[in-house]
Structure formats: structure tokens, C-alpha cells
């Protein structure tokens, strides 16, 4: 069932080779200061974390776009379950417990972090190498320590310094950015069809779910892909949400609560929660869309191949790109409002500013601003297609990587900010955290932490 695509949406080039290199890559960091062009006009066919956050930004010249950029888009309001919300008046979500370390900011999946970037380009102040590439989002726990997936078959935990704390083997890559709890045990999926739950402290392994009815986890191909776990979302009413062979409900035990099943589709990413708990997955060419006890309300079918989750608006609307080009929004009643031309297949999670502009990256090599009527706001174009989620700062910055080596910082009416040059491609997606700190994973098998005005350790 479009499994070309499939692979292809999973960076095709890394799962073909399927077991990672053991030689690590020593690389330098370049800081470049070249220039970007930003095209503006009027119209077109269309981990984050709670308490700190990691973020990349790409900056560009817009002419008059500054008229349409709102300030502080990426302020988040946080509420008493201690996890972030959109400031609008849907009300957010309760998860129990305590305050939730979340990928991509909250259950919306909106991209919004509560801290900002720093004014000017930072510098690497240390990397820990790995055995392969690393294209998911970093999380950090309350405590500061930075938790990853690697595509060596490892989840890393790290203390704040960038020294190892623990490392746990899974049997397959790791695309997952993973979920803490306030009790600090984490979630995390591997390409081994298995969600795991860890303890943080020392990595010790609670339980593995694995629900899924495929023949072979392993490997390549359409079978072995089928029921790889990408992610996770939790829910209000403590389940876990997770996809593979379809969407798994399990609680916080392992145990299945439900699973609603794709016609052997695989479902990717982690699903989004709307305001009002509703679940939106995406299982290859649907967006699909459940109630909390996994009964399905609809589904359509947009493109190819949806590789990514949508970000969800205070109304309901899903935003999402694919593999046709395109970037779609999809109201609460599963009607397509409108789609966007890119010049590239969209496959990464778009972000969702708090004004309704929404920021996809595009194969093309472009990051596009569109407003909420599908309009074009404004473009800014790097030198290489795009594969990494951006992320908005609580003023409304972007900041996201691209396949030409570089991490972007963008203003809000799409100018550059500043860019930061490294040895190969940047495809993950980056973390913001607390005094203008920023994580980020790249294909050369290292996880990067730069920082304004930072002393590298190479320095």
C-alpha cells in the first residue's frame, strides 16, 4: 500500500542501509554566515518540552512582511497538569500527574517552545557522537537530563555536560522523540514494533508493548516496516497512543486498552490530541480521525504518503503536509478548508504559530509562512530540501535545520536571524531550552548543544 513512499518519508536512504556504520564520524562545526532569499506573495496552491526546551532557527529578508508577523506566537500558557497550551480560549487538556515533558511543545503538536532564541548565532559548546544518524527530536527531564534516539539502535540519556549517563539497545533505529512522565519514566518507540518504557534514573526497562501483528519486525521492506512505533501521545485519561499497524491504546501497565486497525496500512508518528481529546493519526495516505475510546468519526484520504502528525488548531483544524507537494488543512469535520503547492514533498510536522500562520518545510528547500485563509505569507528559501520540524519561540521565531548543513534562525515576517553551519545534513529537529540553549541531532552521527556566546570544548 504505497510502501515506495512509505520508505521514502522514513529518509529512505538511511533505512536502506539498514545496520549503522560503526566508525563515528569526528567532525568539526563550521559557522557560516551566507546569505538567504525569501520570496513574498499574496497567494498559493498550497520536543518542544515543558520545563526547558531545544530549538534551531533559519532567518531570511522578507520585504513588508513585518506587517504580518505576530508577536509573541510561540507564548505558551501552562496549566495546572504542567504541560504547555495554546494561548486562545479552547481549554487545554488535563494529564495527570504533574508537569509533562511533551515532543513538539504540547498535544497539539503545534512547534511551540516557551523560551526564545538567543539574538545572536550561538556556538557549539559540546557534541556526543553516536553510531548513526540522529533525526529525532531531543527531550530534557526537569533535572536537565537530555534523553535521545539514535539511529544505532540506542536510546541515550546524558547529563547536562554532555557526558553519558546510560544507554539502553532496542533491536532496531530510533525515529521516536520520547515522552517523560512526572514520575520521571519516559516512552519511547523503536523501529523493533516495540514502545518501551524506561525508568529515567538509570534507563532499567519497566515494560515493552508491542501489539502489533506484523510476521517480521526487522529489516527492510514493507512487512518489517509496517508496525515500527514512532512515537508516542498521552492522554488524559492515562492511556498511551501510539501507532504501527494501526493506533494502540495502552495504560500506563502496558497493557492494551484498544487498537483500531488501517486495512495493513502503517501508521506513523505519534497522533496529535485536539483540544476537545479527539485523536488525529496519520496510517500512510489517511488522516484518520478517533474518539478517545478508538471508535472512528472519519477519515480521508490526502496524499501519497502523510508522513507526519498534524498540528492541531483551537477549532479543530489539521494542519499537515505530503508527499503530493502539498499542505493541507483539515477542518474538525474532516473537510479539506484548503492546500497549498510547495515545489517538494512536505515530510516533516509543520508548527502552528498562535495567530493561525502555519510553517511547513518543504523538499523544495523552502520553509513556507501560510496564513490561515491559504494564503502565502511569505517564503524563505535555504540551499537544500528540508526534513527537520520547525520550532516557534515564545516571540514568534523559527528556527529549523535543513540538507544543506545548516540550522536556521528566522524572525517573524521571515527574515534570517543568524545560521549555524555543521558537517552534514541537519534533519532533526531541534530543542530550545532555558537560556537561549540549543539541542539538535545531525547525519553525522552527533548530538549538538550550542549556546550564545558559548566557549566550545574545542575552543
Given amino acids: 500500500m504505497k510502501f515506495g513512499a512509505r520508505c521514502r518519508s522514513k529518509l529512505a536512504l538511511v533505512k536502506l542501509g539498514a545496520h549503522p556504520l560503526g566508525a563515528t564520524v569526528a567532525a568539526a562545526l563550521w559557522l557560516g554566515v551566507g546569505g538567504c532569499q525569501i520570496e513574498r506573495r499574496v497567494s498559493a496552491e498550497p520536543s518542544a518540552l515543558l520545563n526547558r526546551a531545544f530549538l534551531d532557527a533559519s532567518t531570511s529578508a522578507v520585504d513588508g512582511g513585518a506587517r504580518d508577523a505576530a508577536p509573541g506566537d510561540g507564548g505558551l500558557l501552562a496549566t495546572d497538569a504542567g504541560f504547555l497550551a495554546s494561548p486562545s480560549t479552547a481549554v487545554a487538556l488535563t494529564l495527570p500527574g ?60 546524558l547529563n547536562s555536560d554532555g557526558t553519558l549517563r546510560w544507554k539502553v539497545p532496542t533491536l532496531d533505529m530510533v525515529f521516536s522523540t520520547p ?13 523493533d514494533d516495540k514502545l518501551y518504557s524506561l525508568t529515567l534514573a538509570d534507563g532499567s526497562v519497566r515494560w515493552t508493548a508491542s501489539p502489533g501483528s506484523c510476521k517480521r519486525s526487522l529489516g527492510v521492506g514493507p512487512e518489517n516496516s ?11 485519561d492515562g492511556s498511551f497512543y501510539f501507532g504501527g499497524d494501526g493506533i494502540t491504546a495502552v495504560g500506563s501497565d502496558g497493557k492494551v486498552r484498544w487498537r483500531y486497525l488501517s486495512e495493513r496500512r502503517h501508521c506513523g508518528s505519534a497522533p496529535s490530541l485536539s483540544y476537545d481529546g479527539l485523536i488525529y493519526a496519520v496510517c500512510q495516505d489517511l488522516l484518520i480521525c478517533l474518539q478517545p475510546d478508538g471508535t472512528k468519526r472519519w477519515e480521508i484520504a490526502l496524499a501519497l504518503d502523510l508522513a507526519e502528525t498534524p498540528a492541531i488548531g483551537p477549532d479543530g483544524t489539521a494542519y499537515l ?24 514533498p512536505v515530510r ?15 523538499y523544495d528547500g ?56 555543521f558537517p552534514a545534513d541537519v534533519d532533526g529537529s531541534p530543542l530550545l531550552a532555558e537560556d537561549h540553549a540549543i539541542l539538535v541531532g545531525t547525519d553525522d552521527r552527533q548530538l549538538y548543544a550550542l549556546r550564545s556566546g558559548g566557549k566550545s570544548k574545542s575552543d
Wanted: glycine share 12%; with cysteine.
Fill in 98 to 157: 504533574g508537569p509533562w515533558t511533551l515532543p513538539r511543545g504540547d498535544l497539539q503538536r503545534t512547534g511551540r517552545s516557551p523560551f526564545v532564541l538567543p539574538d545572536q548565532r550561538p556556538k557549539v559548546v559540546w557534541k556526543f557522537a553516536t553510531k548513526g544518524r540522529v533525526s529525532a527530536a531531543p527531550v530534557m527531564a526537569p533535572d536537565g537530563t537530555i534523553v535521545f534516539g539514535s539511529h544505532d539502535y540506542l536510546v541515550y540519556a
Fill in 179 to 191: 515522552v517523560i512522565d512526572p514520575s520521571g519514566t519516559l516512552y519511547v518507540g523503536s523501529d
Fill in 366 to 421: 523552502s520553509l513556507y509562512a501560510v496564513r490561515s485563509d491559504g494564503t502565502l505569507l511569505w517564503k524563505f528559501q535555504t540551499a537544500d530540501s528540508i526534513q527537520s520540524a520547525p520550532i516557534i519561540d515564545r516571540n514568534g521565531q523559527v528556527l529549523f535545520g535543513s540538507r544543506d548543513d545548516r540550522l536556521y534562525a528566522v524572525s517573524p515576517s521571515g527574515q534570517q536571524l543568524w545560521q549555524v553551519v
Fill in 226 to 236: 509496517r508496525c515500527d512505533v514512532e512515537g508516542v501521545t498521552p492522554a488524559p
Fill in 321 to 344: 503536509g505530503g508527499d503530493d507537494r502539498r499542505i493541507y488543512a483539515v477542518s474538525k469535520e474532516g473537510v479539506v478548508k484548503f492546500s497549498i503547492l510547495t515545489g517538494g
Fill in 348 to 362: 516533516a510536522a509543520v508548527a502552528l504559530r498562535s495567530d493561525g500562520t502555519i510553517l511547513a518545510g518543504s
